[in-house]
Structures are given as C-alpha cells and as structure tokens.
C-alpha cells in the first residue's frame, strides 16, 4: 500500500488537504481517500459513476437473460402442452347449449355414433361437426349447436332451429330410422320449413323409410337402386347457384353414393356436383349427382352432399365452402358473392376423432386446383 499526500492548486489556498490510499497492484479506482479536497472528490465521482455504469449493464444483462429464459420455457411448456393434447378427447365441446339470442339463426349438427368397423379418419362424424361449429361461426348471427350420438338428449334443442345437419352412418342406423317416434319428429320439422342436410353415408336409407326421406330431401339411396364406391374425382365446373358461390375446384379421392331414387317432383331438385368412377370429370346426370339442392313444396330447403367419407376431404378450402354455403342456404342464409367463411382453427384438424384404434397422421390430399 502506497500512501500519498495529494495537495490540489485550490487546496492550497484554502489550507484543504486530502490523504490518499492507494492499494498497490489495483488500479485507480480501488483507492480510498481520507479527508474532504477536490482531488479526493474527483476520485469518488469517479469511482461511483463507474460502479453505476457496472450496475447498470448487469442489470441489463441480467434482464436480458431472464426475459430469455422464460421466452424458451414457455415455448417449451406449449410444444409439451400440445403434444400432450389427446386427439380422442370430445370434452371441451359444448353440447346441446341454446342461444338466448332469438334473432339468431340456429343450426343443430347431429353427429352419430361412432361408426363400428370403420378406420380411424373415416366416418368421424363428431370431429367433422365440431369443425363445422368452428366454420360456421365465421357467419354473423349463425349459432351452431353439437349433438352426440344421433339424437339430442333434449328434443327442446330443435325448438328454433332453421337447419339440422345430419352426419351419420345410413343403412337403417339412423335413429330416426330405428324409432318411428323420431322419424315423425323430423318430419314435424320439414313441415314447419326446417331446412334438413344430410352429409355422406346418411343418405341411405332401408325401403320403406327411403319415401320419408325422399320427401326430405328430393332424393335417397336406396338397395337394388343406387351405388357407392371410393375413386378419384375432379370438380371444376360448377352450376349457378348460391351453394356454388366462391366454391374454388377441387379433386380428391374420397368414398361417393350415386344413382339416387329421385322425388316425382324432380323439377324442384337442383344437382351440384357429379362424379362417375370410370371418368375422374363426369357428365351431369341424376345418376352421377352426389350433391344436390331441394326447393320442397312446404317452403323449407334441403341439401345433400354424398362425400365427405375420409376426415381429410376438410382440407380442401373448395369442398368446405361448398359445404358450408349448403347448410347456410338450407337455413336461409343469405349467401354473399364470394361465398361464406369456410375458415377454421387448423388444429381442430387432429382434434375430437373417435377412439377406434388409434389416431393416424394426416394424409394429405389433392389439393383444391
């Protein structure tokens, strides 16, 4: 330690003097003053606006490092969260909740049973309804509501509907079907003007509940009479009409019912899309209609679209608008130029499958042209 006595010019003539410490082997700033001259004052400002400075960029540092820190464990904590996300898990959609709103424009999407024998992404009824609640919801004043399992626990949910959407295994499984009690309550609907869809196998229908249906909906499928079968398909020529608006084209590989049994009053029934497994672009004819639109007699409309058999189809931005503006139009709705939002959280996509084995990875269809 070296010991200095340090008279500055001022400190002379004020008699002021500062005793200096320094400590060897340390540089300036590690040095400690005795007394009050200017020369010590110096070297305190200095010290301490050095100390300052340090403190100051630690902090920085330290801020910088703790903002990371959470910044990437929050990442993590989500990709965990995600990856834990059951894909089986039905819980967090609503079911059977009513609107208070009675300017509303009510739509039920009765989703069936879980189809027995089917692979997992065929036949997700539940899974396709829940992302049709979530497209839906895109249209203002459109309140959609989930049923599970083919038939509402409370019929009170049909008070006030303008559409029900059936999607659902066919072949006499159909609720209302099975329980002449439920096929009347339908029935009571047409006559009021509901508007009634059917998506993919619901459409077939036994002989007998098959002339209930085709009064529903202009049209059914019916044994001995009609076909089904899995090909490719292209739709890129679309007739006028409010369905079609906005509808981009699309292909696809997907499971189709045609050769319909048609309504004697078949002047009221407008195809819309067509498909024969010989050509992937068929020629219009009732026989290769799978889509169509019914203007019944009561008032009410109908809309009937036979695809939609593997989950993935709902990938296609054509086919969803497709859909939708057909549901909207069954309900009234009125159909912008551009067609309805068919926009929907893509991770709903992997989302509410039933358990039947185990979810596979998406397969990525042909893509809308």
């Given at each position: 330690m070296i010991i200095a006595k340090q008279i500055g010019a001022n400190d002379q003539r004020d008699g002021a003097h500062s005793l200096c410490v320094f400590h060897a082997g340390h540089d300036s700033h590690a040095r400690e003053c005795v007394g009050f001259g200017s020369g010590c004052y110096a070297v305190l400002k200095s010290t301490?606006?050095?100390?300052?400075?340090?403190?100051?960029?630690?902090?920085?540092?330290?801020?910088?490092?703790?903002?990371?820190?959470?910044?990437?464990?929050?990442?993590?904590?989500?990709?965990?969260?995600?990856?834990?996300?059951?894909?089986?898990?039905?819980?967090?959609?609503?079911?059977?909740?009513?609107?208070?709103?009675a300017k509303a424009t009510k739509i039920i999407l009765v989703a069936g049973a879980m189809s027995v024998g089917s692979k997992p992404r065929k036949h997700e009824y539940f899974a396709g309804c829940a992302l049709l609640a979530d497209m839906l919801k895109k249209t203002e004043g459109v309140h959609p509501v989930m049923v599970l399992g083919g038939?509402?626990?409370?019929?009170?949910?049909?008070?006030?509907?303008?559409?029900?959407?059936?999607?659902?295994?066919?072949?006499?499984?159909?609720?209302?079907?099975?329980?002449?009690?439920?096929?009347?309550?339908?029935?009571?609907?047409?006559?009021?003007?509901?508007?009634?869809?059917?998506?993919?196998?619901?459409?077939d229908y036994p002989i007998g509940p098959g002339e209930m249906a085709i009064a529903w909906m202009g049209g059914a499928y019916q044994p001995k009479v009609s076909a089904r079968g899995h090909w490719d398909s292209t739709f890129d020529n679309f007739p006028e009409h409010e369905i079609t608006r906005g509808v981009k084209p699309f292909e696809l590989n997907d499971g189709f019912l045609v050769k319909m049994k048609w309504t004697e009053d078949v002047k009221r029934v407008t195809p819309l899309l067509f498909t024969d497994a010989k050509s992937k672009v068929a020629k219009p004819s009732l026989d290769a209609c799978i889509a169509w639109a019914y203007e019944r007699a009561d008032g009410g409309?109908?809309?009937?679209?036979?695809?939609?058999?593997?989950?993935?189809?709902?990938?296609?931005?054509?086919?969803?608008?497709?859909?939708?503006?057909?549901?909207?139009?069954?309900?009234?709705?009125?159909?912008?130029?551009?067609?309805?939002?068919?926009?929907?959280?893509?991770?709903?996509?992997?989302?509410?499958?039933?358990?039947?084995?185990?979810?596979?990875?998406?397969?990525?269809?042909?893509?809308?042209?």
């Open positions: 301490f606006l050095s100390s300052l400075r340090n403190i100051i960029m630690f902090t920085r540092l330290t801020f910088t490092v703790v903002v990371g820190v959470a910044f990437f464990a929050g990442l993590f904590t989500a990709n965990v969260r995600a990856a834990e996300v059951d894909p089986f898990d039905q819980s967090d959609v609503p079911l059977e909740v009513d609107t208070t709103d038939w509402p626990k409370d019929e009170k949910i049909f008070e006030g509907a303008k559409a029900i959407v059936f999607y659902m295994d066919g072949g006499g499984k159909q609720p209302f079907v099975l329980d002449k009690a439920k096929g009347d309550k339908i029935t009571a609907l047409v006559k009021q003007g509901v508007g009634i869809v059917h998506l993919h196998q619901v459409i409309r109908s809309f009937t679209y036979t695809g939609i058999d593997g989950h993935e189809a709902w990938e296609l931005e054509g086919l969803r608008k497709f859909t939708v503006n057909g549901i909207l139009w069954s309900a009234k709705v009125a159909i912008p130029k551009e067609g309805a939002s068919a926009e929907f959280d893509q991770t709903l996509l992997n989302r509410h499958f039933d358990r039947k084995g185990g979810a596979k990875p998406a397969v990525k269809p042909k893509t809308d042209k």
